[in-house]
Structures are given as structure tokens and as C-alpha cells.
């Protein structure tokens, strides 16, 4: 059975070529080895490799010693980066209108980028994450996500906005100046999620009106294409659990919504597929407790939680269940 590469614009790319250089890389070669053409850079609506643009940005962090390579690029981007769509979201009245259509139409752009917004006493969450196979490297594309979002809030608010503080799950890195200095504000490290806390009241201001006929056109065009294109259940649920897991939100019902259509659609096409959501999560959860476990940098009660789990001894007891051993006794027979 065929698997679904999930695809993004080359416009994801914008800058890296400038960046590379700067950092003295030979850009056209590090994007041979990502399995990348210079070429496929020249037209932004070029469909590339999403797992290809990960292992390049990880790669050029790596080869230029820069940790915050993915921030670098981010502060490359503007709003018109995001091609038709920018100018459905300057049509909006407000930012947080402008954030529910991004959120809409995001998987035109990117097909493993997940955007959620949740709102709790004043405060905004919003949350990036990557759907990726187990294990994929993703620190330098998180910070790319998270950054550009920054940048978009910041053309839509103004540059005297500011979020309350960032996250990042990735480690502190060696020189957090730099992040701080890109966000303009705290930065939190080995954080439960992705993303921008800010006061909710920040995103009611209105936006300046753009209204358009080429922003109702743009419209059309994306409503059109948000009703095309199938993927594989199977291969899209595993990615969509692998990236909802660690925020304690995976269910059936949040994996269909994800994906535009009611859980008994969900079933039925897994049922085609000759599975379960059950049996994805399963297989998902010990893929991810494995690589956590051997990684050895998070105690048992944070890998419980980044695998979904509502305490550590219900952890505890699926590990012992799927694993036949406790996760220390695991853990000790392999580090």
C-alpha cells in the first residue's frame, strides 16, 4: 500500500538560500542532500517534501553551528510568504478572526502543520505542532513554525505586540539570548507544547480593512482547494497521533476533526485499512515510549505525560501490559 508524503509550499523555504550562504554553506549543496533541488525554490507554489525540508533544517543547523537556524529563517518571512492566503487574512476584522482562517486552510500549506488556539482566563494558547514519523528531528522546524507564527501576529497586531512568554520543547540552548531577543520576551525550555501564550484581549483589536475582489477570489480558490485531495488514513492518523499525544489531546473525535470529517468517517476508513484508531494509538504510543525511554532524558512521570497519559501510574500500568516489565526495570536493561 502506498503511503501519503505529506507535501509543503517551497515557499517554507524563503530566505534559505541567503541564510545558508551567510552562515558559509554551499545552499545548493546542503539541499541535494536533503533530497531537494535548487531549482524547485524559484516558483513558491512548488510542492516539496515535508520529511526532505526537516532534514535539510536540521542538517544546516548542524553543518553552520547555528541552534537557532530555524529562527533565522523565521525572521526571513512575512505575511505574504503565505501566498493567496495572506490576503484572506488581511480581510478579516480582527487577529483572532485572522487566526481561525489560518487555522482553516493551514494544511494547503503544509499538510504536518497543526495550529490550535485555546483560550483559558484571558489567556491564548497557540500551539504548533509537527505531525512526523517516531523519532523524526523536528527542533529546528519548531522553531521555524513557532517563529513565523510570531512574525504573522506581529504584521497583523504591530510591532509593539508582544506575547507573555514562548515555549519550546526542545533543550535550552547554549546561548538564549538569541531566542529571547527573536521573541522579544521569556522563553520557556523542555516545555509541555509549541507555541505563544499571550492576553486573548491582544487578538479583538481590528485589523486594518483589505476587503478585496482579489481576497474573495483567493477565497474561492482556497475553499475549492480545501474540498480536493484524499490521504491515507492510516499513514495520516499515525502522524496526527505522534504530533497530539505529548498536549494530552489525542482522541478519535480530535483526530477526525483534524482532518475535516466525523469519527464514524475516520472509522470506516481505517476499517478499509484493515485497523482500528485503538490499534494506531497502540502502536504509536509504544514507538514513542521506546524512543523516549532510550533517550534517557526525561523522568518516567514526563514520558507518561508525552504520551498522553493522566498519571504516571496509568502509564505504568499500559507499559507493564504491552512491554511485560516496568518501564525503569526497560529503561536499566537498555542505557
Not at 541552534?67 to 487574512?89: C, I, K, T, Y
Not at 513554525?145 to 547554549?174: C, K, S, Y
Not at 525511554?293 to 526525561?298: A, P, S, T
Amino acid at each position: 500500500m502506498a503511503t501519503h508524503l505529506p507535501v509543503v509550499r517551497s515557499a517554507s523555504l524563503n530566505g534559505y538560500v541567503e541564510l545558508a550562504q551567510s552562515l558559509g554553506l554551499d545552499a545548493a549543496a546542503m539541499l541535494r542532500r536533503a533530497g531537494l533541488q535548487l531549482r524547485s525554490l524559484s516558483d513558491p507554489e512548488t510542492p516539496i517534501s515535508t520529511q526532505a525540508v526537516r532534514r535539510l533544517l536540521e542538517t544546516s543547523a548542524l553543518a553552520s553551528g547555528a541552534e537557532d537556524f530555524g529562527l533565522r529563517l523565521a525572521a526571513r518571512r512575512s505575511l505574504s510568504n503565505l501566498g493567496p492566503l495572506s490576503l484572506v487574512l488581511k480581510e478579516e476584522p480582527s487577529a483572532r478572526a485572522a487566526l481561525d482562517t489560518l487555522c482553516r486552510y493551514l494544511r494547503l500549506l503544509n499538510a504536518s502543520l497543526l495550529t490550535e488556539l485555546e483560550e483559558h482566563d484571558g489567556l491564548l494558547r497557540i500551539s504548533e505542532d509537527l505531525v512526523a514519523e517516531p523519532g523524526a528531528p523536528l527542533q529546528q522546524s519548531m522553531q521555524l513554525a513557532v517563529g513565523v507564527m510570531h512574525r504573522i501576529l506581529h504584521e497583523l497586531l504591530g510591532e509593539r505586540w508582544q506575547p507573555l512568554w514562548v515555549g519550546l520543547r526542545q533543550a535550552a540552548p547554549r546561548e538564549p539570548t538569541r531566542f529571547e531577543r527573536f521573541f522579544g520576551t521569556r522563553v520557556v525550555y523542555l516545555a509541555g507544547f509549541n507555541g505563544i501564550i499571550c492576553r486573548a484581549s491582544d487578538l479583538t483589536q481590528g485589523l486594518a480593512a483589505h476587503q478585496t475582489a482579489m481576497a474573495s477570489f483567493a477565497r474561492r480558490y482556497l475553499d475549492g482547494e480545501l474540498s480536493r485531495g484524499q490521504r491515507n488514513a492510516q499513514t495520516t492518523t499515525r502522524q496526527l497521533i505522534t504530533a497530539l499525544l505529548p498536549g494530552g489531546r489525542c482522541t478519535a473525535q480530535q483526530v477526525a476533526q483534524h482532518l475535516g470529517v466525523d469519527r464514524r468517517t475516520l472509522h470506516r476508513h481505517l476499517s478499509a485499512e484493515q485497523t482500528d484508531f485503538s490499534a494506531v494509538l497502540q502502536a504509536v504510543r509504544m514507538e514513542m515510549a521506546e524512543q523516549q525511554l532510550r533517550q534517557n532524558q526525561r523522568s518516567l512521570a514526563e514520558v507518561a505525560t508525552l504520551l498522553g497519559f493522566s498519571s504516571p501510574s496509568a502509564f505504568a500500568y499500559w507499559f507493564r501490559q504491552g512491554f511485560g516489565c516496568s518501564a525503569r526495570a526497560w529503561r536499566q536493561g537498555r542505557n
